[in-house]
């Protein structure tokens, strides 16, 4: 089965491109802030310098870490989902689930181990940036050494294996469990629901956001800035909350949307929306990274701004540790929107390449190119509107609450340009990849496309 | 003694004219000529078979004639309309004038039987005329399969729902690519029946490529393709007379491979 693992990489290299992009990208973050706590372990580093390292490392890097896990987990089920088909084939020519198992497994290891290798010298890079960005605002000295070592190695290459390997084992059980005549039934239609266990890590997530945001308006008022720990927390369980039940959330969107969409542009928003709810299950894995994208970055950069306001009133200058928990948020934004906008245009790019025999049959019974771009626009309008509201959402329970806790307004006077931003970037990342791939997808001819 | 369909007066009495029809794959050594110097002009209301051996080019000739791919040199007319333009030109074209029925039926998995088949009107933004939708579908069978997604369906309920499909816009032409290759002996027997009830009773004109001699007998006359070229021609055929013709094909391809040869 190893064998057949390689030999199935080897043809399918492309299959694979969009799981080991999220694999290498999240190495390569785990791996960087990872790599303050090994700088912090050097002999010359002074005891403040090691705290502010190691919240460094801790907190961003912590956070960091159940995105990037979260994200190889949802490129990893995707593309073993892909290959439904595939799948059928093997049972019916008898491989068994324990052999179909090792296969998925076999595969997936391979992957990330690719791609946490590659992931040590970009992360080299990275730390020594971050530990630069530290010294030149004066968090930490200078004179600190920039190490990566073992426990940059030990995480990183551990927790993607690890993360990897059990998502794999989890997406092969939910495979191989069907029979052989579902699953091929099954990979042409595709209409997985949202299972119940989803549902409920969902709930307990939203509730947990939910819960820090009330704890941050009330308990925490008193701890100035110090309740942003808090705050910021509350909107990113809400966001991945949010993030779990996509499919469910983009039904009901759909539900909304649907009637005045199919008026407005005719054949192609009815097959937009055909798809859209034929395959809500594809489709929520692209709006997963935009809700989390527009949670997180609207959450974090308003705390900031509100406190960056509190804090010039007051006319007081910044703490050191103020000034770590700005660049913090900025590092960790930067690293959201970095992260988000290639991991969405990966699953883009990834899902639409995926799609190129249903665009033939499309063409065959007679979409024009127009149409089919039109098709995809569409699809991405309804994927961005229902990331961008619900990513939103989740952000109101950390700016609220942070708001409440600092200003006694739950109404930051914040710039609305910010969230302007946030929210251009979420549309543009969502809705130019698609056509652009469709594009290039369509240009084979509609007779080869389905026979491929 | 081809039946002649007087339905339908807006369509020519050539319904398939293909004029000089070249198509080369490949360039410099690696050239294929798929198809020679092709011409043909079929009536309205004929049921052709072509046959030949494979990589005779009869997908090509298939494909050429129904603008799904671009011959090198020649022009294609359906129903004296010369077919040409970009791929969204074609596509209308194809649209209004032109049904398929494919080997691997090709319906859109996500779309329920009514849907893939009312598709091509919806795509060509015309209004659905729900009488002669209720009349093809009971002609092919499918009137309580209607809300099905094709992975639910038999492969012959699924090539009968391209067949509806393709009626539903009253095409000029049908191309069938092997429809009943996929199919076991009494599916493929309905899917020809059906093939011959739209000449028949739908005044339309069916192409049909096969390797079966069966299915080749249901058709009005067998065009036998070589190398590119049509070697030959059987009206009213049996398939014994098709099967004896196809045995000296491959024959006269064995002697003189240099001579029929691109
Ligand atoms: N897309 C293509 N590119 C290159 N050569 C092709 C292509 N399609 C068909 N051919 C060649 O053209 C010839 C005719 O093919 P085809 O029309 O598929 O034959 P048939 O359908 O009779 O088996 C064959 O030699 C085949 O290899
Ligand atoms: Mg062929």
Redesign the interface.
């Known amino acids: 089965m190893f064998r057949l693992a390689l030999q199935s990489l080897r043809h399918r290299t492309g299959g694979f491109m969009a799981s080991f992009i999220a694999l290498f990208l999240g190495a390569t973050i785990v791996m960087t802030f990872a790599s303050m706590l090994d700088t912090s372990g050097g002999s010359s580093v002074t005891s403040a310098d090691r705290d502010t390292l190691v919240i460094m490392a801790n907190v961003v890097g912590g956070f960091a870490l159940v995105i990037v896990i979260f994200a190889a987990t949802s490129t990893l089920t995707l593309s073993v989902r892909q290959r439904g088909a595939e799948m059928a084939v093997l049972k019916h020519v008898g491989a068994t689930p324990a052999q179909i198992g090792r296969m998925i497994v076999g595969e997936t290891t391979i992957v990330a181990l690719a791609g946490s290798l590659l992931a040590i010298l970009p992360a080299m890079l990275g730390g020594w940036l971050l530990l630069e960005a530290l010294a030149s605002t004066g968090q930490v000295s200078a004179t600190v050494p920039y190490r990566f070592g073992p426990i940059a190695l030990g995480l990183g290459l551990g927790i993607n294996l690890v993360s990897a390997t059990v998502a794999a084992a989890l997406t092969a059980r939910s495979t191989t469990r069907k029979r052989a005549s579902e699953s091929?039934?099954?990979a042409?239609?595709?209409t997985p629901g949202t299972g119940k266990k989803r549902v409920i890590a969902a709930v307990v997530l939203l509730a947990v956001g939910i819960g820090l945001g009330v704890v941050t308006a009330t308990v925490s008022r008193e701890e100035g800035y110090e309740s942003m720990q808090t705050a910021g927390q509350a909107s990113i369980w809400a966001s991945i909350g949010f993030a779990l039940l996509a499919q469910v959330l983009l039904r009901a969107i759909i539900t909304v949307l649907g009637h005045p969409l199919a008026q407005m542009t005719?054949?192609s928003s009815?097959?937009a929306l055909?798809?859209l709810r034929?395959?809500s299950h594809q489709m929520a894995s692209i709006a997963m990274p935009i809700i989390l994208f527009t949670g997180l970055a609207t959450g974090t950069l308003y705390m900031q701004d509100i406190e960056n306001s509190v804090t010039s009133v007051e006319g007081v200058a910044k703490s050191t540790i103020q000034k770590n928990i700005e660049t913090l948020n900025y590092v960790f934004v930067g690293m959201i929107v970095l992260f988000a906008a290639i991991m969405l245009i990966n699953t883009l790019v990834a899902a639409t390449t995926y799609r190129s025999r249903?665009f033939?049959?499309?063409?065959?019974?007679?979409?024009?190119?127009?149409?089919m771009l039109s098709m995809v626009v569409v699809e991405s309008i309804v994927l961005a509107v229902t990331g961008v509201l619900f990513g939103s959402i989740a952000s109101l329970v950390s700016v609220v609450p942070f708001s409440i806790a600092r200003t006694g307004s739950p109404v930051p006077d914040s710039p609305a340009g910010i969230y302007l931003g946030i929210v251009a970037v979420a549309v543009i990342i969502t809705i130019v990849p698609t056509p652009t791939t469709t594009r290039r997808v369509i240009r084979t001819?509609?007779?080869e496309a389905?026979?491929a | 003694m081809f039946r002649r369909h007087s339905g339908n007066p807006a369509r020519a009495a050539d319904a398939l004219r293909l004029v000089s029809v070249s198509k080369v794959y490949g360039d410099g050594a690696n050239a294929v000529t798929a198809l020679d110097d092709v011409t043909l002009t079929l009536p309205a209301g004929s049921f052709t078979a072509v046959m030949g051996p494979s990589g005779s080019g009869k997908s090509t000739l298939l494909h050429c004639a129904a603008g799904l791919d671009q011959p090198t040199t020649g022009q294609v007319f359906i129903d004296d309309k010369e077919m040409t333009g970009d791929e969204a030109a074609l596509t209308r074209f194809r649209r209004q004038r032109i049904g398929f029925v494919f080997q691997q039926f090709n319906l859109l998995p996500a779309l329920t039987v009514l849907q893939n088949v009312t598709l091509p009107l919806k795509l060509s933004g015309r209004k659905l005329d729900h009488t002669h939708i209720r009349i093809v579908l009971e002609q092919v069978g499918l009137s309580d399969r209607l809300e099905h997604r094709p992975a639910e369906l038999s492969g012959g309920e699924q090539q009968r729902v391209t067949i509806a499909r393709a009626l539903v816009t009253n095409p000029s032409m049908i191309f069938a690519d092997e429809p009943t290759g996929a199919l076991d002996t009494r599916n493929a027997r309905s899917i020809l029946t059906l093939l011959q009830e739209a000449v028949r009773d739908f005044g339309q004109t069916v192409v049909m490529v096969t390797h079966d001699p069966v299915a080749a007998s249901h058709a009005c006359s067998v065009l036998f393709l070589a190398d590119g070229k049509f070697v030959g021609r059987l009206d009213n055929p049996t398939a014994e007379a098709v099967a004896e013709r196809l045995t000296h094909l491959g024959d006269d391809i064995a002697r003189q491979p240099v001579a029929l040869g691109a």
């Open positions: 091929s039934a099954a042409m239609i595709e005719g054949a009815y097959l055909l798809n034929q395959r249903e033939g049959q499309q063409r065959l019974a007679g979409s024009t190119p127009p149409q001819s509609a007779v389905v026979a």
